[in-house]
């Protein structure tokens, strides 16, 4: 076996530095090359080698010395780069947060460091995790490695586009993602790999600069179910510093993924998601994910989710309200951009016009209007009465089937540009996904076939709370049925 990245998945370079085939210094080298040769794609906002050859040659020295070695030990991985890594630039691609280099270490990486997993680079997203295709950011558009089409570079998804185009350009084994309302799932769509969102409370937010605090998920983007979840059982666990991590055992995932038996299941297709406006392509490869299923003895059911149409509005209130109390803290004073003014308000001013860019400042707007006395009663709080309901119709289903099955998104990756100036488009994009970040519920993207023009299309499953056990066990069988090759090519 080689160190060609290009070829392997996280479980076959497991055996094959198991089997002394390559180092992890070698495997982590052939990385980097490849990341220098895709600069072009801008997945990375930064690298950071000189810490990945150090973790390598680390994880070489334990392997040599015979010491127990860990879950990743020498798997070379990327960080988006909302997550706060001790010593190396956070800047969740936002100007405001230039030169802010914390003093300690998101909980999810520290984990994934512990397994012995080797950073390769912190990944370019939207703006502080607020879009779905990757333009919002500070540092420009990331590309995704399957276009260009008609001449025109396409989007990645978003707000993980770096991660998922690092994964499918095959930059790195497997990247983390945060989803919010989809931001794990959609660009993993887009780019043709696997993305899970776990269920809320599963992976700790200790360290993950905060977007809207009661939605943010940490989960793993990888090339196959497995290797997605080798890296969630890494990533999860409870965890004190996160009062809102959940106190549950962490089950073997890695054995759920290996087991792609679905007989007896039932997975439940929900009526209202076959919107009218429904590209075509979209129906036929979500109707031919639930044939693969029945070929394979699960039964499908119609399930209802009458509340459904009031998701997107429901969480354009509460995720921009949450973002624009927990966007607050940058003021100038406490991290990176300050830029100056006679008073302090003028400080504030100053350094927030300048420091964030337009949907950030779009969402603090709404944020802080439905916020306010006067609106609090008829948006904010409305919107929380309608997100109980949207949870309850999950429950009601659940209790008659054990994962439904939707499509991840309602098209394949557009052109970097399109969209962009119309919000309410762009939002448009999370209608199969932000329901289930509502709901709390775990939620995976699996690359299911291909568009007319030749680019991925996902499927989605969502499983009961902390059940991503069968949501993996469903996902591996899909992915086997599909036999999707994760295709674009190192440019
Ligand atoms: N696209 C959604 C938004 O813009 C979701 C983003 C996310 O999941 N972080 O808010």
């Known amino acids: 076996m080689s160190a060609d990245p290009g070829r392997l998945t996280i479980a076959e370079a497991r055996d094959g530095l198991a089997a002394g085939a390559f180092s992890a210094v070698e495997l982590t080298r052939a990385h980097l090359d490849a990341m220098e040769r895709a600069r072009d794609l801008n997945a990375f906002i930064i690298e950071t080698p000189e810490v990945a050859l150090a973790r390598a040659a680390e994880s070489d020295a334990r392997r040599a010395g015979g010491e127990v070695l860990r879950s990743l030990d020498g798997i070379p991985i990327a960080v988006k780069d909302l ?12 100007h405001i947060l230039e030169g802010f280099v914390p003093t300690y270490e998101s909980t999810v990486t520290a984990r994934l ?16 995790a607020m879009g779905s295709s990757n333009i919002t950011s500070f540092f420009g558009p990331v590309k995704n490695p399957w276009g260009p089409r008609n001449g025109r570079d396409l989007v990645p998804g978003g707000s993980s586009g770096g991660s998922a185009a690092a994964v499918a350009g095959r930059l790195c084994l497997a990247a983390t993602g945060t989803d919010t309302g989809g931001s794990i799932r959609q660009p993993a769509s887009f780019c043709g790999i696997v993305g899970l969102k776990p269920t809320y409370g599963r992976c700790s937010r200790w360290g993950i600069v905060a977007f809207a605090s009661s939605l943010d998920q940490a989960g793993p983007m990888a090339r196959t179910v497995r290797d997605a979840a080798i890296m969630l059982t890494a990533m999860c666990g409870h965890d004190p510093k996160d009062s809102t991590s959940a106190p549950v055992d962490v089950p073997d995932f890695e054995a759920a993924a290996l087991t792609p038996d679905v007989r007896g299941l039932k997975v439940g297709i929900p009526r209202e998601y076959r919107m009218e406006s429904m590209a075509g392509e979209i129906e036929q490869v979500w109707r031919q994910g639930e044939e693969w299923l029945r070929a394979q003895g699960a039964e499908t059911v119609e399930v209802s989710l009458p509340h459904t149409r009031y998701a997107l509005a429901t969480y ?55 916020l306010s006395a006067g ?8 919107a929380q009465k309608v997100r109980a309901l949207i949870a309850k119709d999950f429950a009601r289903a659940f209790e008659q089937i054990d994962v439904i099955l939707t499509p991840t998104a309602p098209s394949d990756a557009f052109a970097i540009g399109e969209k962009a100036d119309d919000p309410i488009t762009m939002y448009l994009n999370d209608v199969f996904t932000v329901p289930t970040s509502l709901a709390g519920l775990p939620g995976i993207s699996v690359p299911a076939g291909l568009s007319a023009r030749g680019l ?12 991503e056990a069968t949501v993996l066990r469903v996902a591996a069988a899909l992915e086997q049925a599909a036999g999707f090759e994760a295709k674009p090519v190192l440019r």
């Open 83 to 94: 997550f706060c890594t001790e010593g190396v630039q956070t800047t969740a691609a936002s």
């Open 456 to 467: 991925p299309l996902g499927l989605q499953l969502v499983g009961r709370p902390f059940d």
């Open 375 to 382: 609106y609090y009663d008829a948006y904010y709080l409305k």
């Open 113 to 128: 460091r512990a397994a012995g997993a080797v950073m390769l680079g912190k990944t370019n997203l939207d703006e502080f």
């Open 316 to 370: 354009y209130i509460i995720a921009p309200a949450e973002a624009s109390s927990n966007l607050a803290r940058y003021d100038g004073v406490r991290f990176g951009l300050r830029v100056p003014g006679a008073t302090l308000e003028e400080l504030y001013m100053n350094t927030r016009g300048e420091g964030f860019g337009a949907e950030v400042r779009r969402r603090v707007l709404i944020g802080t209007y439905v």
